[in-house]
């Protein structure tokens, strides 16, 4: 494939995404950016877990994760759990308000991601769709 055709294509990507996040902080009525809501996600999946795997998993540097969780149990969203066999080892877990949060984040994500698909064809979601599944097929 044509170099220019690549770089056309992966801006347009970053762009929708970027333009997503934006729209997303707008209606989402909450003091909290998507890196929060990332955090909640993984507690509200895996559990409580300790803030050094939630930022390996994350991709996040740990001081990064500290700022996050600083805001989020201030917030009422998360809380510090002292290891019951290691008093010196602190995890991290969702809170149900954290859980009603992460679920009203999601939701907005699902509407903005559904408005921007319903500007395609019929056609054209089952193209793209055939096309995100062949790319995620080989990573």
């Known amino acids: ?22 729209q997303w902080n707008k209606v989402f ?18 559990g409580k877990s300790r ?8 991709g996040l540097t740990p001081p990064t994760l500290t700022y996050l969780s600083e805001k989020l149990v201030q917030k009422n969203l998360a809380k510090r759990l002292v290891d019951d066999s290691d008093r010196r080892i602190i995890h991290l877990g969702i809170t149900d308000k954290g859980i009603e949060v992460v679920q009203r984040a999601n939701q907005k994500g699902v509407e903005l991601r559904k408005r921007l698909f319903e500007q395609l064809t019929k056609e054209e979601r089952k ?12 990573l």
């Open 51 to 58: 803030p050094s795997d939630i930022a390996k998993i994350l």
């Open 29 to 46: 009525e909450e003091d909290l950016g998507v890196s929060h809501i990332l955090v909640l996600g993984h507690l509200k999946v895996h």
């Open 127 to 138: 193209q793209l769709l055939t096309i995100y599944e062949k790319l995620n097929k080989s």
């Open 1 to 22: 494939m044509e170099e220019q055709t690549i770089f056309h294509i992966i801006n347009n990507m970053d762009k929708v995404t970027t333009n997503l996040i934006v």
